[in-house]
């Protein structure tokens, strides 16, 4: 997972998207995201948190200690307005790239 | 707040790790959790967490980076709202007490105001290096002659080339003297100083031309074309600064010299001069009379110590190298009396004659800095001591103590900032008055400006300013807010009136220093006006006449030059007397000195120890003009100006030291020496008064007249005397100069009253300076003290209404206040007096007829000081009188 530039920007949208619901911990990002991607991009768990730190420093997310219903300390994350206006504007951008690339890939012929 | 601690603590040093620790340990149980629900035994479904995790160390530590990080930013973000938070409540609050802001920042901007205006003299003058090459390694050489009045005598030109030959331990040794020559070519004949020096002179010191060349090598050969180098300031008068003037040809002593350079504006030793020429141009220099002759001095050397030689020994080379010389030329030196030979740095040269004032002067500022310190604090007590309950206030509910310190802090540094820039303002508008006063002492006047040491200064003395501003009131701030609470800030207060009772000693003591010298030097000013200086300067016009050589080259044409000009100068309505001589009193020209032999003296007195007197050349008029009178005898009478001269005036001193009770009158001096022997006498017909020609503080020198006719002195001083404003002639004798010869320059035309006047400038200055200081310090300790007595009166307004109320008379409770201001008082006079006793001696060089110690002066300036400081209690002591004992019982 770490190391490719289009991976590093992917996660990091994908854990946008992931709290644009409400505020959920590192653990349920991680999960959220697993389950939706049907376990189909080889995530290293731990590449997460760099992730998450370094939106935070962007102020993309914010963070705050809470506690989980099974009553345990947790750190949970959230989209703040700025996070939200990149989220909507990366979901463009993936949106156009994708059609742009299915556009090229599907072309039967010249 | 509540938001911002949390944010600390997760950002904190220890919170970092921790917090990123508990984060990944949540993440890894969690997942365990998860493998442990799918069938994994415990011990592996952690394992397994943490494989599906990656390198649980090394993200970890990246989290911790970025963290920190962010950290960072988040604590600089916080200082930076902290300080603008601080800076803006500082601004309001000290808007909400305008009186105090007022108070401080004027006390403040004259305080280190004056001190910024003295420190960017002493940089310009002490502390920069002089603006040459390595100018520390530049020293000046002269040569000492006489035995019981050491003269400068400076070089002969072959005696410039023996020390060339023999010396050593310089790098480069060039000649200079300067010499006024007319320039023709500009709008109006031109006298110009003019110095002479060697092709490499500028080599030497390293000076660049600002515009084309200096001098190249070979130039100063006999036969070289003539050219000029202008100095900075000459070609910014006369040329407005044209950059043109390069390559442009001017006449002077009947040649054409072109024009090939400009100088920078640099410092010049001894003198400034208005151009520069090589030494081949100089028709005395390259005369024989003068190059081949080695009795004939008067020349500067300048040289650059090599870089491996210390100045010690290059004196010891050079007095052996002059020992030398004089071995040579036995029979020579023997006569000439020529004694040693000495090497000084050129930058003690420069600024010899300025040290001493300017260190006296950053010494009166700093002084008074320490008053305006002390005042400034004094207020900020008093200040506080009214916001006590507020302070009380805020801390019991919670700000906490570093905060309430770091408001005062902001206070300080606020009014002192603006204080400082206020300072910086002043300080730039007084300096030209200021660098002018320094010109009089030194030609580095001319480097002086605010530049960024000055600004770094002013900077580091406002921030220390700041400093005691926050930390004073912190002092004595020791009580518990609780006790200050209930007694409404009353009990600690007690420890700031004896902080502030000691300021206000402080600044009594220091004060008396500041006036005891102002009232020195105003003592000696004074003195210094009511010396008599032998002449009469009222309605007497003077003006520089300064034939030109090569056309007065005979004496007969000088004389007659001079007499046709007296005529018609004589014959104008409104004068009453006139004359010409060669120097007139108070003008700054130095004395001729020649030495003196009496024919009754026996052979046996060695030519070296004869004593040397002043010989000046008048016309039968000059003494009568300036108003001399004649004691005794008569004037001498007219001769022809190819005739030796045969009678002299001789003044009082001259006469009373050298002829004692007998009468000098029809006696001989000698007049000229072949070989140590007198070969011509000349008789002593009259006694004139005697005149401070070099000083009113200088004594009357022992001056020898002789008739000018017979001098042949070509740089000439006229003087008439009118019965009205002598200033009217002034366009008058440039129309009769003219008339009689139109290329003749006419300078220096000045009032001689305007001479005296200009002569006593410096004290004039030093005395004002000092004494305005002086006032600045009482007025302001005068301020102090009347604040402080507010403050204990106020203090105890309700005990002395109730000491009313049982019957005290106010007399009495006016003594048990009074009676505080004179131990104050006391005290400031127990330091001040013997304080000002000890520095005072830093003054006696600028003192005339007045001892450091002078008793009357300590007695006034104790007598006004206590004076002052009992009218200043008396105001705020009346408010006693005011004291209704109905109202404090009441408010009890």
């Known amino acids: ?110 | 707040m509540e938001m911002k601690r949390i944010l600390r603590l997760s950002f904190g040093k220890v919170g970092v790790t921790r917090d990123v620790d508990a984060e990944i340990r949540f993440h890894l149980e969690m997942r365990a959790e998860e493998f442990e629900r799918e069938g994994l035994p415990p011990a592996e479904a952690m394992q397994a967490a943490r494989a599906a995790f990656g390198d649980v160390d090394e993200i970890a530590s990246e989290c911790r980076q970025i963290r920190r990080r962010r950290a960072l930013v988040l604590r600089a973000a916080d200082a930076l709202r902290d300080l603008g938070q601080d800076l803006r409540f500082a601004v309001r609050s000290l808007r909400k007490s305008p009186g105090y802001t007022a108070a401080v920042l004027i006390s403040l901007a004259l305080g280190i105001g004056a001190n910024t205006a003295t420190f960017s003299l002493v940089n310009g003058v002490l502390i920069r290096p002089l603006p040459y090459e390595d100018g520390d390694r530049l020293v000046h050489l002269d040569q000492i002659t006489g035995d019981s009045t050491p003269i400068s005598a400076g070089f002969s030109p072959p005696e410039i080339e023996d020390y060339r030959r023999l010396d050593d331990s310089f790098q480069g040794m060039v000649e200079y003297h300067s010499m006024s020559f007319t320039l023709l070519g500009l709008e109006r004949p031109k006298r110009v100083s003019t110095g002479v020096v060697s092709d490499n002179y500028f080599d030497l010191f390293g000076i660049e031309p600002l515009l084309g060349r200096t001098f190249l090598l070979g130039e100063d050969e006999i036969g070289a074309d003539p050219v000029l180098v202008l100095s900075h300031d000459f070609w910014q008068r006369e040329f407005d600064g044209n950059p043109g003037v390069v390559g442009r040809e001017l006449e002077m002593n009947d040649r054409t010299h072109t024009v090939v350079g400009v100088l920078p504006p640099v410092p010049q030793y001894p003198v400034e001069n208005d151009v520069y020429m090589p030494v081949s141009s100089c028709p005395f220099r390259t005369d024989v009379d003068w190059a081949e002759d080695r009795d004939q001095r008067g020349i500067d050397l300048f040289a650059r110590l090599e870089e491996s030689t210390s100045l010690e020994t290059a004196r010891e080379d050079l007095s052996k190298s002059t020992a030398r010389i004089q071995q040579s030329h036995p029979d020579l030196y023997e006569v000439s009396g020529l004694v040693r030979s000495e090497a000084v740095p050129l930058r003690e040269r420069l600024v010899s004659g300025a040290r001493t004032r300017l260190l006296v002067l950053i010494g009166i500022t700093g002084f008074l800095l320490l008053i305006v310190c002390a005042n400034v604090a004094n207020l900020g007590l008093a200040r506080l001591a009214g916001r006590g309950r507020e302070m009380a206030i805020r801390t019991a509910l919670g700000a906490w103590r570093g905060r309430l310190f770091r408001q005062l802090l902001a206070e300080g540094t606020t009014l002192a900032i603006s204080g400082g820039a206020l300072a910086v303002l002043l300080a730039w508008a007084t300096l030209g008055l200021l660098v002018s006063f320094v010109a009089r002492f030194t030609t580095r006047a001319a480097e002086i400006r605010i530049d960024s040491t000055v600004l770094l200064f002013t900077l580091g003395v406002s921030l220390a300013t700041a400093l005691v501003l926050g930390l004073l009131p912190a002092l004595p701030d020791r009580a518990r807010p609780m006790d200050r609470l209930r007694d409404g800030g009353v009990a600690s207060q007690r420890g700031g009136l004896r902080t502030r009772s000691t300021l206000v000693v402080g600044q009594l003591a220091v004060s008396i220093v500041l006036l005891v010298g102002a009232g020195l030097l105003i003592r000696s000013f004074v003195r210094l006006q009511q010396v008599d200086p032998g002449f009469r300067a009222e309605n007497v016009l003077a003006a520089r006449i300064s034939l030109d050589w090569s056309n007065y080259r005979e004496d007969a044409r000088v004389g007659a030059f001079a007499d046709s000009l007296l005529r018609r100068v004589e014959a104008l309505p409104g004068v009453t007397a006139a004359g010409v001589g060669n120097k007139v009193p108070l003008s700054g020209q130095g004395p001729t000195r020649f030495p003196l032999q009496v024919e009754a003296w026996p052979e046996a007195v060695s030519f070296n120890s004869l004593p040397r007197v002043d010989f000046q050349a008048v016309s039968r008029g000059y003494l009568q003009t300036i108003g001399v009178p004649l004691v005794h005898g008569r004037l001498f009478n007219r001769q022809r100006p190819d005739e030796e001269p045969e009678e002299a005036v001789v003044s009082q001193t001259l006469a009373e030291r050298h002829f004692g009770d007998q009468e000098a009158i029809g006696r001989q001096i000698c007049w000229d020496w072949e070989n140590a022997v007198c070969v011509h006498w000349l008789d002593i017909v009259g006694i004139a008064g005697d005149v401070r020609h070099y000083g009113l503080d200088s004594e009357a020198p022992e001056v020898v007249y002789l008739p000018f006719e017979t001098t042949g002195w070509r740089d000439f001083r006229l003087v008439a005397r009118n019965r009205w404003d002598p200033t009217q002639l002034a366009d008058t004798i440039h129309a009769l100069v003219h008339a009689i010869d139109p290329t003749q320059a006419v300078v220096d035309v000045r009032t001689l009253a305007s001479a005296r006047r200009e002569s006593m400038a410096a004290p004039r200055i030093t005395m004002l300076l000092m004494g305005v200081f002086a006032v600045i310090a009482l007025v302001i300790t005068a301020t102090g003290i009347a604040g402080v007595i507010a403050y204990a009166v106020g203090q105890r307004t309700h005990e002395l209404g109730i000491r009313i109320a049982l019957g005290a008379r106010r007399e009495t409770i006016l003594w048990l206040v009074l009676r505080r201001a004179l131990i104050l008082i006391a005290i400031g006079l127990g330091i001040g007096v013997p304080a000002a006793l000890v520095l005072s001696r830093f003054l006696s060089d600028m003192l005339f007829q007045t001892p450091p110690q002078d008793p009357l002066t300590l007695i006034f300036v104790a007598g006004l000081a206590v004076v002052v400081a009992l009218a200043a209690c008396y105001v705020p002591a009346r408010r006693i009188t005011a004291i209704d004992p109905m109202m404090t019982l009441r408010t009890e």
């Open chain 1, 1 to 110: 997972m770490a190391g490719s530039d289009l991976y590093t920007g992917t996660l990091d949208t994908m854990i946008l998207k992931a709290v644009s619901w409400g505020a959920m911990h590192g653990y349920g990002i991680g999960r959220w995201i697993r389950q939706n991607s049907d376990d189909a991009l080889e995530i290293n768990e731990g590449a997460l948190y760099p992730a998450l730190h370094r939106l935070e420093k962007k102020g993309l997310l914010s963070e705050e200690w809470g506690v989980t219903e099974t009553n345990r300390k947790a750190k949970f994350y959230k989209l703040t307005a700025a996070g939200r206006r990149q989220l909507k504007a990366e979901i463009v951008r993936w949106k156009k790239y994708s059609q742009a690339v299915t556009a090229v890939l599907s072309a039967s012929s010249a």
